[in-house]
């Protein structure tokens, strides 16, 4: 099955965008940066780690099969420099087969001009496929050489229907059509939920059904 036709029959209702959290009525948004450290200090990285990693790791098997969806913009003018010292996503899984999901022109605000193309790609490979530590510190800003990627990225794991965002240093979402398959995740993590966002995810998994 193709990451496309996986999307249309299970994800139709999932818009990889942002604000990804607050597009959809069932998500849990957890802080991984701690607000008490400064950005320049490790500690700061090294939670952001501990974080990322132990939610991946709660969520995705080490032999299953995952989708991976990038959302990039490509300017058509080479000499545009969009986000420094970023890998372009299409570069980095270049010894994956990569499937196109979707193009869309951009227009200059001003003259109105093709200026360059919204795309969103996806990766189907197995989680021992790609250094999963090394592509999870390009998204969570925590990559020893400060490296990024030139994309938005959403992991997916089919079977729970679970999509795992990072959207910058600072926090990540996970969202998913299936409430049920997110519960787990409330509780088992719940002590990192941004607090900003936590009285809307209580009643999301403390409501009337509970």
Known sequence: MTVQRYIAEHLQDIVFEQPFFYNHPFGIRFELGPPDFDVDEATYYRVIRERVLALFHAIFRADQTLYIVGATYEPIDDSYNYMERAIPFQHYFDKQQ??????VEVLDEETQE???YNMHYAV??????????????LMGLFHPNRLCLDARVYIIEPQSRIVYHIYDDRGMDLVSPDREAL?????QFNDWILDYDREAIDQVFLGSDD
Do not use: I, K, N
């Open 183 to 187: 519960r787990p995740f409330y509780h």
């Open 114 to 116: 093709l200026s360059g």
């Open 98 to 103: 990569l499937e196109l999901l979707q193009r």
């Open 124 to 137: 189907q490979c197995l989680v021992s496929d790609v250094d999963m530590e090394e592509l999870l510190g």
